[in-house]
C-alpha cells in the first residue's frame, strides 16, 4: 500500500467514523440504546483510534509518495506559511471564547457577533487554514493526503454542522445563515456583514498568536521536521 493511500485511509476512518456517528438519526438512535455516557465513549474511542492511526501514519510517512513540489527551504513560502498561521491561530483560540449557535452544546443566540461576523464556523476554519498552509511547502503526496485531509475534513465538517442545523429551521436562525458565511470575510466582502473590531476577542486571538510563535520556533524540535 502506498504511502499517499495509507495517509488518506487514516482520513477516511476519522471523518467518515465522525460523520457516521454523529448524523442526526443514528446519533440520536444510539444515545437511546446507549444513553449519552455510553454514546460519548464509543464516539471518543472510535475518534481517538482513528485519530491515531492517522497521526502515526502520517510521521512514519511524511514527505513521501510523488513529488510534486518541495518549497520547504524556499523563504518566500515559509512566510506566507508564518502569516496565514498567525491568522488560523487567531481563529483557532479567539473561537473558543466566543459563543456559537452552531457548537455541539449552543453557547450564543443567532447574532452575529465578533468572529461570526468573519466566518460562522472560525475554529473548522481555522483548523482548515491551518492545512491548506502547510501544503504551499509540502508538496509530496503523502503531505498533501495529510494537511489537504486536514482542510477537507474541517470544511466538509463546517458544511455538516450547517445542514444540520438548517434542518430544525426557525426564522431566527435562517437569518444568521444569511447574514454569515463559512469561508472567511465572504459575508463581508458580499454586502452581507460589517467587521466591527472592537467585537473581536482580542486577548484570547493574542494568545493564540503567540502559541503560533511558539510553535514556529520549536517546530524542528518538536515534530522533527525542519524548515527555512
Same mark, same amino acid.
Given at each position: 500500500?502506498?504511502?499517499?493511500?495509507?495517509?488518506?485511509?487514516?482520513?477516511?476512518?476519522?471523518?467518515?467514523?465522525?460523520?457516521?456517528?454523529?448524523?442526526? *438519526?443514528?446519533?440520536?438512535?444510539?444515545?437511546?440504546?446507549?444513553?449519552?455516557?455510553?454514546?460519548?465513549?464509543?464516539?471518543?474511542?472510535?475518534?481517538?483510534?482513528?485519530?491515531?492511526?492517522?497521526?502515526?501514519?502520517?510521521?512514519?510517512?511524511?514527505?513521501?509518495?510523488?513529488?510534486?513540489?518541495d518549497l520547504r527551504t524556499s523563504v518566500w513560502a515559509v512566510r506566507l506559511v508564518e502569516i496565514l498561521m498567525l491568522f488560523s491561530?487567531?481563529?483557532?483560540?479567539?473561537?473558543?471564547?466566543?459563543?456559537?449557535?452552531?457548537?455541539? %452544546?449552543?453557547?450564543?443566540?443567532?447574532?452575529p457577533r465578533g468572529l461570526l461576523r468573519i466566518t460562522r464556523h472560525p475554529f473548522t476554519m481555522g483548523s482548515a487554514l491551518l492545512?491548506?498552509?502547510?501544503?504551499?511547502?509540502?508538496?509530496?503526496?503523502? %503531505?498533501?493526503?495529510?494537511?489537504?485531509?486536514?482542510?477537507?475534513?474541517?470544511?466538509?465538517?463546517?458544511?455538516?454542522? %450547517?445542514? *444540520?442545523?438548517?434542518?430544525?429551521?426557525?426564522?431566527?436562525?435562517?437569518?444568521?445563515?444569511?447574514?454569515?458565511?463559512?469561508?472567511?470575510?465572504?459575508?463581508?466582502?458580499?454586502?452581507?456583514?460589517?467587521? *466591527?473590531?472592537?467585537?473581536?476577542?482580542?486577548?484570547?486571538?493574542?494568545?493564540?498568536?503567540?502559541?503560533?510563535?511558539?510553535? *514556529?520556533?520549536?517546530?524542528?524540535?518538536?515534530?522533527?521536521?525542519?524548515?527555512?
Amino acid at each position: 500500500m502506498s504511502e499517499t493511500l495509507t495517509v488518506a485511509l487514516g482520513w477516511i476512518a476519522f471523518g467518515g467514523g465522525h460523520f457516521v456517528l454523529s448524523h442526526g *438519526r443514528i446519533r440520536e438512535g444510539l444515545r437511546r440504546r446507549l444513553g449519552p455516557n455510553g454514546f460519548n465513549g464509543i464516539y471518543s474511542l472510535v475518534a481517538i483510534s482513528a485519530f491515531s492511526f492517522l497521526v502515526t501514519s502520517y510521521f512514519h510517512h511524511r514527505h513521501a509518495g510523488l513529488p510534486l513540489w518541495d518549497l520547504r527551504t524556499s523563504v518566500w513560502a515559509v512566510r506566507l506559511v508564518e502569516i496565514l498561521m498567525l491568522f488560523s491561530f487567531f481563529l483557532m483560540v479567539g473561537s473558543l471564547f466566543t459563543p456559537s449557535p452552531l457548537a455541539m %452544546d449552543p453557547r450564543g443566540r443567532y447574532e452575529p457577533r465578533g468572529l461570526l461576523r468573519i466566518t460562522r464556523h472560525p475554529f473548522t476554519m481555522g483548523s482548515a487554514l491551518l492545512g491548506l498552509s502547510h501544503c504551499i511547502p509540502n508538496g509530496y503526496g503523502s %503531505d498533501l493526503a495529510f494537511f489537504g485531509g486536514l482542510a477537507a475534513f474541517s470544511v466538509a465538517g463546517a458544511f455538516h454542522q %450547517d445542514a *444540520r442545523k438548517r434542518r430544525e429551521g426557525g426564522t431566527e436562525r435562517q437569518g444568521f445563515f444569511e447574514q454569515t458565511s463559512v469561508l472567511p470575510f465572504a459575508a463581508i466582502l458580499g454586502g452581507r456583514q460589517l467587521l *466591527r473590531i472592537g467585537e473581536l476577542p482580542w486577548i484570547a486571538g493574542a494568545a493564540g498568536i503567540v502559541a503560533a510563535l511558539v510553535i *514556529r520556533w520549536h517546530h524542528s524540535r518538536w515534530f522533527g521536521i525542519p524548515i527555512a
